[in-house]
């Protein structure tokens, strides 16, 4: 029945007073069907409580693949297939330890080692800390950070509304951090979480030496909230406590990991693809369940939808779940370069890696006449509640993606709670709540409709 | 300093092409001292983790009404005092118990008394159970009813995108299902707890027996959506299986409690009164952080931001914290017959009674001129992403107030969360964010500030 409804109104679609009304039907329907059937939320359930964390070139990360695939050869798609990467494998060891050592008191704190980082020695590091507020503040003490602990200790601004924004100004301290510390020859460095609220969780991340030689790395780990705090106050006191931690992580070979793909093929332009996608990959600190099993399970509704109401798209639409976002960025890059190889030509790109909160809008990455032929879709939405289309980053796994004319989306929930589990340990199912999954599964379903039936413009060629 | 920016801006308001302007930045000061000072989410974590829940005519209420008076006693507003009133002062009694009795096996589920409910006899109460999904299905139903337990299962319906309208068509069976059975002759009813999501927990709210003379009453409880889910099941495998509870609930005689109101006396038009508030009392079953610990925390934190700036309001803005709402709404009809009997012209009021989540716009009691004047102020709050200004239910409070040309605002927060929670043991503390807390203060007293810069429009006389 629902199957009817869908293809009679699409056949309508040539009469333009009638395209309109038959949007706002079709619309309903995708947020009808992800609110009463769908599955992304126990595609998650599963991904997060059966599977768990999916660090890159981990056993469990394997396991995401296959089950995944799995899932989506039984959505019926016209393919689904793996695409191979070589992906990068870090392992944390034992759980890494910290305390302050102020004088003769210890304070433990909780910390974790950055992704990629290297390993203290076996008995641990302990050294003076220097306490400062970024890079350039850093670059200004020059020898006086020798033998030291950098501590960088610049929190999130609070008065931005998007939390993205301080995310953006802040993070630089935790992925250039220990290179740039140590030019200047500190034996370590401890990075204040990037979370907007005091607590007790390390955020890990990923952290890069650059081109540094590997006998210069230096080991770096994130210290959470509360921690960076007492520190800073403890060093207030007394500048010259000395911080200890000790952590056991290290970089083993690559292993051979894979993207998850899956499509329905276009009737009228099998040629022209539109992707939705997030990435497989997680922290092992948790599950991952924000960051970003649910922009994995939303990708895959948004195909359950449109295959179940048995919508033929125009264009291609395929879901590309991508290995490795987090410590590499290997999976976005493969599937470039498989795709440039074969000649094929990305119209339209969606990704979903902001969170599974209730979605606002989307951030778009699109020339000026393609944005406002987006933004002429507001209307549609609002009745959603969705009501934010700007310009802004789409997505890490989506930009690698370099067709000559592409738009490009990404999905952008409401990022009030979004640092408070990125990368922790809480960022777990728990902490999902069902409906705004599948809002968010429903809105992009609805985009990636509407670019399908109204296509991008291109520029015309004088 | 900041006191001094606020007073400038507002010394050019006479200007109108510089009015957009200054609204602009003394709009964004107010998310700024939110988001970077607010006293809100300290206030709110005492009043729930110090005080606890606060069902009218408990200690714990009139704990909460001398801490709420202590606060804004150290704010320095022009007046601060309590307004008493009598409320009900219902009880719970020992834990509720349940079960299945499905022949010989026993299925214990979570139940909890609604509000104003009267007890089982001492040993509890043992029937068949009828399942229907509403009033008007009992009804059809007459004689079957006599001697049976009636089991109310309709759910809230998942395809609305606003939560409160899925609440609004499913809570009749909470407030008037037990009255309406106990005309038929049923010995008692159990009513799936009114929650979007399948888990464990009950949600109490309040329930009346009308006019019904008091030896007709019948009682009654919540069930949790698993729970009536279990029982929906075994119910199609045995309809003659027995349902068991017992609960101990007991109306007291009334108490002496008390409103709490805070005021910044207009300089121009003291006489014009505009309230913000929220509600004190909660329900019982948790600390009720969300209704209405937000609602109250939100409000005072209006006039603390617009005190803290030495703003000088036209009109008199006042903060009323509202008794027993939840079951009686003595607190609002109090304030409402003073307030005649002083002859007060209210011109405007705000409530926050929808939880602490991302504040996402304002449900509006207005006639078209207000509503559009309102609406005129939508590109203020776009960049704090707040955007849906709509006709809807602004107050349970301040729906009391009947003066002659009044308008009504509802804070109207993302409603994806909030029936996980409402009425139920896990509304505590840890359910909050602190940005979206101060995000939704922010949100009213930029509203509060632009309706008392701009009033309201009255209807002319003829």
């Given at each position: 029945m629902k199957k009817t409804i869908l293809l009679t109104v699409l056949a309508l679609n040539g009469l333009t007073s009638f395209a309109q009304s038959n949007d706002e039907k079709n619309i309903k329907l995708f947020y009808k069907k992800a609110l009463t059937e769908s599955k992304c939320y126990t595609w998650l359930e599963y991904l997060s409580n059966d599977i768990g964390s999916r660090l890159s070139g981990s056993p469990t990360a394997a396991a995401a693949v296959q089950?995944?695939?799995?899932?989506?050869?039984?959505?019926?798609?016209?393919?689904?297939?793996?695409?191979?990467?070589?992906?990068?494998?870090?392992?944390r060891g034992e759980k890494e330890t910290a305390y302050i050592l102020d004088n003769k008191a210890k304070t433990v704190v909780p910390i974790c080692a950055l992704g990629g980082s290297v390993a203290t020695a076996k008995g641990g590091l302990t050294a003076e800390v220097i306490?400062?507020?970024?890079?350039?503040?850093?670059?200004?003490?020059?020898?006086?950070?020798?033998?030291?602990?950098?501590?960088?200790?610049?929190?999130?601004?609070?008065?931005?509304?998007?939390?993205?924004?301080?995310?953006?100004?802040?993070?630089?301290?935790?992925?250039?951090?220990?290179?740039?510390?140590?030019?200047?020859?500190?034996?370590?460095?401890?990075?204040?979480?990037?979370?907007?609220?005091?607590?007790d969780f390390p955020h890990t991340g990923a952290q890069s030496y650059g081109d540094l030689p590997k006998e210069q790395y230096i080991p770096t780990a994130a210290i959470s909230t509360n921690g960076a705090e007492l520190l800073s106050a403890s060093l207030k006191r007394n500048p010259a406590l000395k911080f200890y931690f000790k952590q056991s992580c290290e970089t083993l070979p690559d292993v051979l990991s894979h993207n998850v793909i899956g499509e329905l093929t276009g009737k009228e332009h099998p040629e022209n693809i539109m992707v939705v996608g997030g990435h497989l990959d997680s922290w092992d600190l948790a599950d991952g369940s924000h960051d970003d099993g649910a922009g994995v399970v939303q990708s895959m509704e948004v195909l359950r939808i449109l295959k179940n109401l048995d919508y033929k798209p125009k264009n291609t639409i395929r879901v590309v779940l991508f290995m490795n976002e987090e410590n590499g960025g290997k999976g976005g890059a493969k599937y470039e370069e498989i795709s440039k190889k074969n000649n094929e030509n990305h119209i339209f790109a969606l990704e979903s890696d902001?969170?599974?909160?209730?979605?606002?809008?989307?951030?778009?990455?699109?020339?000026?006449?393609?944005?406002?032929?987006?933004?002429?879709?507001?209307?549609?939405?609002?009745?959603?509640?969705?009501?934010?289309?700007?310009?802004?980053?789409?997505?890490?796994?989506?930009n690698h993606l370099t067709s000559k004319a592409i738009v490009k989306a990404g999905l952008k929930p409401d990022s009030q709670r979004y640092f408070d589990y990125h990368h922790a340990a809480n960022d777990k199912f728990d902490a999902i709540n069902k409906r705004e999954l599948e809002l968010g599964a429903a809105t992009m379903t609805a985009l990636m409709y509407l670019m399908d039936q109204n296509g991008i413009e291109t520029p015309k060629v004088n």
């Amino acid at each position: 029945m629902k199957k009817t409804i869908l293809l009679t109104v699409l056949a309508l679609n040539g009469l333009t007073s009638f395209a309109q009304s038959n949007d706002e039907k079709n619309i309903k329907l995708f947020y009808k069907k992800a609110l009463t059937e769908s599955k992304c939320y126990t595609w998650l359930e599963y991904l997060s409580n059966d599977i768990g964390s999916r660090l890159s070139g981990s056993p469990t990360a394997a396991a995401a693949v296959q089950y995944t695939k799995l899932q989506l050869d039984r959505l019926g798609l016209d393919k689904v297939y793996l695409q191979e990467v070589m992906v990068p494998h870090w392992v944390r060891g034992e759980k890494e330890t910290a305390y302050i050592l102020d004088n003769k008191a210890k304070t433990v704190v909780p910390i974790c080692a950055l992704g990629g980082s290297v390993a203290t020695a076996k008995g641990g590091l302990t050294a003076e800390v220097i306490e400062v507020k970024g890079i350039k503040e850093l670059a200004e003490l020059g020898d006086k950070v020798k033998g030291k602990i950098v501590f960088y200790n610049r929190p999130m601004n609070p008065e931005n509304i998007e939390t993205f924004t301080s995310y953006g100004a802040c993070v630089d301290q935790r992925y250039a951090g220990a290179k740039e510390a140590a030019k200047l020859g500190a034996v370590g460095t401890i990075v204040r979480s990037m979370n907007l609220r005091l607590d007790d969780f390390p955020h890990t991340g990923a952290q890069s030496y650059g081109d540094l030689p590997k006998e210069q790395y230096i080991p770096t780990a994130a210290i959470s909230t509360n921690g960076a705090e007492l520190l800073s106050a403890s060093l207030k006191r007394n500048p010259a406590l000395k911080f200890y931690f000790k952590q056991s992580c290290e970089t083993l070979p690559d292993v051979l990991s894979h993207n998850v793909i899956g499509e329905l093929t276009g009737k009228e332009h099998p040629e022209n693809i539109m992707v939705v996608g997030g990435h497989l990959d997680s922290w092992d600190l948790a599950d991952g369940s924000h960051d970003d099993g649910a922009g994995v399970v939303q990708s895959m509704e948004v195909l359950r939808i449109l295959k179940n109401l048995d919508y033929k798209p125009k264009n291609t639409i395929r879901v590309v779940l991508f290995m490795n976002e987090e410590n590499g960025g290997k999976g976005g890059a493969k599937y470039e370069e498989i795709s440039k190889k074969n000649n094929e030509n990305h119209i339209f790109a969606l990704e979903s890696d902001s969170g599974g909160f209730s979605p606002r809008g989307f951030s778009i990455e699109a020339d000026d006449t393609n944005l406002k032929k987006i933004q002429g879709y507001k209307d549609l939405f609002e009745p959603y509640l969705v009501h934010s289309f700007t310009i802004g980053h789409a997505g890490s796994d989506i930009n690698h993606l370099t067709s000559k004319a592409i738009v490009k989306a990404g999905l952008k929930p409401d990022s009030q709670r979004y640092f408070d589990y990125h990368h922790a340990a809480n960022d777990k199912f728990d902490a999902i709540n069902k409906r705004e999954l599948e809002l968010g599964a429903a809105t992009m379903t609805a985009l990636m409709y509407l670019m399908d039936q109204n296509g991008i413009e291109t520029p015309k060629v004088n």
